[in-house]
């Protein structure tokens, strides 16, 4: 079914007189509740692609359309999770969350029910015992949790992830994906997750969208991960089917498509 659709889309920078071509011809449909990773190489325009779902970056030609409806400017059934926690410093974990959800639900819900659902999205992340400190005050792998629960609190149609576990060390990582894992089983919502981890990527996904090299990257593959869900790290270690995800995935990218720095 067609719940998220991308239709044709370009994308070109303008410089002075110079053009980038950064997307050329991007078209994928997304279902609903599927978790989808986008991977490529550093600079092939994964985060331009997001930002375009997201609204915050308008279209060269082509279109973005969520439920049939064209999307081209920020809502919050398309809530973004960044890879540098953007907390503002100034406000604790709770009033972060609370500054989100006052936004989409200030009219909808009481100020007892607005607690009620700051509270919930900060236990389902695992931070509730946290809601008083201040960005400066917990470890990275906290403030994505923060991060996550803020989007999640808008209770968005989407959540885009940009490279969400990026900065963070291995294990923190592990704890997060499994987390995300488990947020997505509970709530069936709509995933989009950019990452350049093939292992992350394998785990997580449903599809994983493999983007060739800029300029013009396109959609070069898409693979289906067929693992039965719920999926557990040691288990897929010597799983076949995800051997033979990973590697198609790391052919794609080492093999057909490999990196060339640029001079
Ligand atoms: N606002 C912008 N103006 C001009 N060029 C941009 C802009 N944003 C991104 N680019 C260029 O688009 C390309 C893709 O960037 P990006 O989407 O951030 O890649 P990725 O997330 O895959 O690493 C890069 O060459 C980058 O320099
Ligand atoms: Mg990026």
Redesign the pocket.
Known sequence: MSYLKIDHVD?R???GTAT?E??KDINLVIGKGEYVSVI????????????IIAGL?PVSAGAVLLEGKEVNSPGPERAVVFQNHSLLPWLTVYDNVALAVNKVFGRQKSKAERHDWIMHNLDLVQMGHAKDKRPAEISGGMKQRVGIARGLAMEPKILLL??PFGALDALTRAHLQDSIMQIHAALGNTMIM?T?DVDEAVLLSDRIVM?TN??S?RIGEVLDVRLERPRKRLDLVADRTYIAAREAVLKFLYERHRFVE?A
């Open positions: 994308k920078f303008q410089r980038t950064v997307l490529g190489h550093s600079g092939c325009g994964k985060s331009t692609l997001l930002n970056t940009d490279e950019i350049h983007m800029g300029p990257a640029a």
